[in-house]
């Protein structure tokens, strides 16, 4: 809706087909396939992971997807050439390539499932990413099929790419794309894979930026998350601002329990610009002290599980104080 089909003329594209276009209404209205020749590369077998709204809205663009997929697995073209052919001469089936929520459900909740426990394993959020994604859309049949075919794909993925496209947003305040990264780098660790997950900054087109999650972490936390002037700014709203500030460290704890992507000196840094700065911790408990418990309980949550090992003697005191003030 954003982007007028960007991540389906990308999937499009590296799996060796082109659209074609009705001139009168500027519509796809099918595809032509890129002959081996004129693409210079070997075709890539590509996974569409589709949220609700996405297969309630665009069922057309669903079917137009899998009907490339299906044309492109029948072409009689050597396997290292055409992967989705190769993957067709192995199982006679049709090759299953989107996924999402059964019908009528909606989101992943991942995050959502670490705020109510927050001592849940990545192997066990990593199982509910999988069955979150555990029903196929072939276009033609309308309604998901109950799959497991889904963790076969997560398994022998090479890379995992999701795309934002809103300036007004970044990692660290977008529970989807925590839900979406996160949790397919939990379930591919849980299935024995360790695929690179990218992080696309689409916002800008003419400057299109390709990051790994740990790269794009590293960079909210101090761009953002840990700096003086987000946190001032932040200040200047109160209780409001004071919730911002701890709904951006609940969110790296979702990530540093989703992934190996969030180092120890993140924690480091954000406890260094929230709690570890008298100011700003004088703030969060008369502003919001709700907030500044739960900021208090993450720190204390990461230390107990490994995440955060603080170079600070001083640390443990800072937040038992902060658990007496905010009792």
């Known amino acids: 809706m954003r982007t007028g089909g960007d991540d389906l003329a990308q999937a499009f594209a590296l799996i060796g087909v082109a659209p074609l276009w ?16 004129r693409l ?14 996405f297969r ?12 490339a997929v299906r044309a492109i697995s029948e072409l009689d073209e050597e396997d ?11 199982a006679p089936a049709m090759p299953l ?72 947003q970044d990692i660290l305040d977008a529970d989807a794309m925590i839900d979406h990264e996160g949790g397919f780098a939990a379930a591919a660790q849980m299935l024995g894979n360790d695929a690179p997950v990218y992080h696309v900054e689409t916002t800008r087109p003419g400057a299109i930026k390709v990051r790994t999650l740990a790269q794009e972490i590293a960079r909210v936390v101090r761009a953002r998350a840990a700096n003086p002037r987000w946190i001032a700014g932040q200040m200047r709203h109160g209780h409001r601002g004071a919730a911002e500030i701890a709904g951006t460290i609940d969110r790296l704890y979702a990530l540093a329990v ?28 008369d502003a919001n002290p709700r907030a500044a418990r739960a900021i208090a309980n993450r720190f204390e949550e990461a230390l107990a599980r490994g995440f955060w090992r603080c170079r600070r003697n001083s640390t443990h005191d800072c937040l038992a104080l902060m658990r007496e003030a905010t009792e």
């Open 56 to 67: 309630d809205v665009f069922p057309a663009q669903i079917a137009l997807f899998d009907q």
């Open 97 to 168: 390539r989107v996924f999402g929520a059964a019908p009528g459900a909606y989101g992943i909740g991942l995050t959502q499932e670490i705020d109510e426990d927050s001592s849940l394993t990545r192997h066990e959020l990593g199982e509910h990413y999988l069955a979150a994604a555990s029903h196929a859309y072939c276009g033609a049949q309308g309604e998901g099929i109950a799959t497991q075919a889904f963790n076969e794909r997560v398994a022998t993925a090479d890379a995992f790419i999701h795309v934002q496209d809103q300036d007004e």
């Open 40 to 53: 210079t590369r070997p075709r890539v077998d590509v996974t569409l992971r589709i949220s609700g709204l």
């Open 22 to 37: 009705d001139d009168a209404s500027s519509r796809v209205k099918g595809f032509r396939i890129i002959p081996p020749a």
């Open 80 to 90: 290292g050439v055409n992967p989705l052919a190769a993957a067709r001469r192995l």
């Open 258 to 285: 989703l992934s190996d992507a969030v180092a120890s000196q993140h924690f480091e840094l954000l406890f260094e610009a929230t709690l570890g700065t008298p100011s700003v911790r004088d703030f969060l408990i």
